[in-house]
């Protein structure tokens, strides 16, 4: 017996548990909603289909003659009223550190950057110290270090920009999404080659016509979907536009920030037969951050001794850059139980990064004596100084990439294989230099050949063309179904051309819930007793490696290491999930420990969002935690979570040596995410009496990260920043619910829903550090002056659905 199931506008629905009952017999959907069922003949049977969010379905199949084959067809309905808030979210179970999440509940996060990315911040072992970035770090990796896959496809991010403020949109629009997964450890071998994490999106495949548009003070953001009557062809076209202006006012540098950021991205499929489906995904990006600063004052220090840094500029900043990416896939179904996939796309970035700003800065101590009428003014000048920043730097990347994925699936295992071939080229030019006069008289000396000394110069020309292979094959079986008992175990390979290094990465995962065979059968009422407690417990351990891209390559004098090595990381993951019952309502308890060995590492420094690396593999180190979340109707109707984590990644770094030439023995000092604590807390609420007046509050807290003075030695970057502590608040006015039934009115019958938001960023106004600049006195002492990130600002929001 087999079959598939749907929802009720035809999409797949994948995990469903089918439960044969008074057999015993238990089977699943697969990814493409499909399932198999080996039944005996001659009987009766009443088929159970259950998923988390919907509603319980049964079905009653009549008696199958010996050797007969029927294909069923099941559709299933959601089990969440949309009355109330409710946005559910889903666990892959047997899966280590994978979550699939809801996309609805990223539209009602308070979210500065615009960004999908911005709810996974609120994920356990996730953690970012920058709001205007849709950066993060995993479990003590850093931002190179985590995939991006749309629709099985590998999305890049632009090399140059130096800030958050110049990121601009994320590749990913959130209205255009239907399925997310995230793992921040242990995952499978079908992810590519990369030490953190991996967040995999699927974009829609439309049924019907439907559009939004999300309209406020930083941006609008829109997009459409539909299909033709017979369903053969589908369409999906996605529009942003963004510029943070508005936010940016509240920096401490004052002065006319122009930054513009708009894509457009398509999704078109075509379905040739019922098996073979053509699609074709293309996004176009066009960025521009451009920045006359006028002046800036800094007060920092502490209550008992304070400085006050005072910055007058001349000149502009201007980034800009556009990518491109294009992607074809072919998706055919030789049979219900095999899935080929044959994929191709290309990647484009032209970046170009200008900039030419001079300053005179004046620093001076404050006056912090309550009893005096200077309070909180200069009272002694400490020193004054000038500066140059310059350059002209611009860089072109192409990626191509062709390759196939495969699956197939039958009884209890589900193989998957893999294997691509990708080209690189990248055309790299770097002319920067900057000057500094920290005494207010010095000038550049002169060397022999007459050209000046500046503190720092850099003019460098890089043409890299490389290839790649790399693949992978796995098998997920499931050892006893009625415990939920899966291991998947899998093998990826990598071969870069450049450095002619191959790497094998082994990974295993396994999983297994030690109370289901006995709930099933209570549920059920084969026998009696009581449900006992609902757990999940899971573990991975794999190798994960991480060959160089291009940043991996490029030291500080923009030299290219030729015998530069992969990066490598072992993982070891223990955890399990339980779910259970509080105030009459589900709760879900994840918790999950960890323990990387890091090796082969290539040391490197960050500044705000720009790293830096030292293009060596000389370090090894470890990251070790561990992560707690706790989800589920804190308010009844409305899902709120809680995440906690605890987590240490330290290194040491050999052949290093100090100021005076002489080697620095090795030792463990932090990494540069070194962030020890961090929590977050994603809320929502509403109006008891009024259920369409709702609240969401997104709290984020993390500990300092390292930080030292910017001389190339990371023994030397021993310092904490202050910890980062962020409360965004959003209120919601329901004007038209998507459930409402009477489409009485003209603005009912036009508009599937619609709400109006009010939104306050940073509600405690709290000055954050991102990074810091080092000012001298005359006396040659240094200063670490805090680069603060945005304050308090108030948006608006229009929500419109057709």
């Known amino acids: 017996m087999f079959g598939s199931i749907t929802d009720s506008i035809g999409r797949t629905i994948a995990d469903v548990n089918i439960t044969v009952l008074n057999l015993n017999i238990l089977g699943g959907s697969n990814e493409d909603g499909k399932f198999q069922i080996a039944v005996p003949a001659d009987r009766n049977l009443e088929l159970l289909f259950t998923y988390v969010g919907r509603q319980p379905f049964k079905m009653s199949v009549e008696p199958l003659k010996p050797g007969e084959k029927r294909e069923l067809s099941v559709k299933m309905s959601y089990g969440v009223s949309l009355k109330t808030f409710v946005l559910t979210e889903t666990r892959e179970r047997e899966k280590v550190s994978m979550y699939v999440i809801d996309p609805k509940k990223a539209e009602s996060i308070p979210n500065v950057s615009g960004s999908f990315e911005s709810i996974l911040k609120t994920l356990p ?39 958050g403020q110049q990121e601009g949109l994320s590749f990913i629009h959130t209205e255009m999404v239907q399925n997310v997964k995230f793992s921040a450890g242990g995952f499978e071998a079908r992810y590519g080659d990369k030490m953190s994490s991996v967040l995999d999106i699927k974009y829609k ?27 053969r062809f589908t369409y999906l076209l996605g529009a942003r536009y963004w510029s943070n202006k508005y936010v940016l006012g509240t920096l401490d540098v004052k002065g ?20 073979l489906t053509i699609s074709v995904l293309t996004s176009y990006a066009k960025n521009n951050y451009y920045f006359i600063p006028q002046n800036r004052e800094t007060t920092f220090g502490t209550v008992n001794r304070a400085y006050r840094l005072n910055i007058y500029f001349d000149g502009a900043d201007l980034m800009q850059y556009q990518t491109a990416t294009g992607a074809l896939t072919v998706n055919y179904h030789p049979n219900h139980f095999t899935q080929l996939k044959f994929l191709a796309s290309s990647f484009y970035s032209n970046e170009n990064e200008i900039f030419t700003v001079e300053g005179a800065y004046r620093l001076s101590d404050i006056e912090t004596d309550l009893g005096s009428d200077n309070f909180a003014q200069a009272r002694n000048l400490r020193g004054v100084g000038y500066f140059i920043n310059n350059a002209r730097n611009s860089i072109i990347a192409n990626v191509n990439n062709i390759g196939h994925r495969g699956y197939y699936s039958l009884g209890k295992n589900s193989i998957q294989w893999g294997g691509f071939f990708q080209t690189e080229h990248i055309q790299d030019k770097l002319h920067e230099w900057h000057y500094d006069d920290s005494s207010g008289f010095s000038r550049p000396v002169l060397d022999s050949n007459g050209n000046f000394n500046l503190n720092s ?25 009625t415990y939920n008992a899966v291991l998947t175990y899998g093998v990826r390979f990598n071969y870069w051309s450049y450095n002619q290094q191959t790497v094998f990465s082994p990974r295993i995962q396994f999983g297994f819930e030690p109370n289901k065979k006995h709930n099933t059968l209570v549920r059920d009422e084969v026998i009696t007793g009581k449900i006992r407690r609902d757990w999940m417990i899971r573990a991975a351990y794999g190798y994960y490696y991480q060959p160089p891209f291009y940043r991996e390559l490029r030291d500080f004098n923009g030299v290219l290491n030729p015998n530069i090595k992969a990066q490598r990381a072992i993982h070891y993951v223990l955890g399990g999930d339980v779910n259970f019952t509080a105030w009459n309502r589900p709760f879900k308890f994840v918790t999950e420990a960890y323990y990387k060995k890091l090796d082969f590492l290539i040391p490197y420094e960050i500044d705000n969002v720009r790293i830096r690396y030292f293009a060596n593999n000389n370090s090894s180190g470890y990251a070790t935690g561990m992560d707690f979340r706790v989800n589920g109707e804190f308010v009844k109707g409305a899902e709120s979570w809680a995440s906690l984590s605890f987590m240490k990644t330290q290194e040491k770094i050999t052949g290093v040596i ?89 603005w009912k019958r036009n508009f599937k829903s619609a709400w109006i938001g009010l939104e306050v960023f940073n509600l405690l106004g709290v000055n954050n550090t991102i990074s810091y600049i080092w000012i001298e006195d005359v006396s040659a002492n240094r200063y670490a002056v805090p680069n603060y990130l945005t304050n308090r600002r108030i948006n608006l929001r229009l929500m419109l659905k057709f």
Request: aromatic share 12%.
């Open 125 to 163: 072992g996730v953690s970012s110290n920058t709001e205007l970035s849709s950066q993060y770090n995993v479990r003590g990796g850093n931002y190179d270090e985590n995939l991006i896959y749309v629709n099985d496809i590998e999305i890049y991010r632009p090399f140059l920009p130096r800030s």
């Open 205 to 231: 495949d439309p049924k019907k016509f439907a559009a939004s548009a999300n309209v406020g003070l930083l941006g609008v953001q829109s997009h459409v979907e539909g299909a033709s009557k017979n369903l």
């Open 256 to 275: 006319d920030y122009q930054p513009t950021f708009y894509d457009v991205q398509t999704l078109l499929n075509y379905h040739l037969k019922e098996n």
């Open 457 to 481: 110069y850099l003019c460098t020309s890089l043409n890299l063309q490389t290839y790649r292979l790399n693949g992978y094959l796995q098998n997920s079986q499931t050892l006893n179904k």
């Open 658 to 746: 100090d100021a005076e030439g002489n080697p620095i023995t090795p030792r463990y000092i932090p990494r540069p995410t070194d962030q020890r604590f961090t929590f977050a807390i994603f809320f929502q609420d509403y109006l008891k009496r009024n259920s369409k007046v709702r609240m969401s509050l997104n709290l984020v807290y993390g500990s300092g990260m390292p930080f030292g003075v910017p001389d190339r030695n990371r023994y030397n970057d021993l310092n904490r920043m202050p910890s980062y502590r962020r409360v965004d608040l959003g209120f919601n006015r329901v004007l038209i619910a998507e459930n409402t039934k009477e489409r009485d009115t003209f």
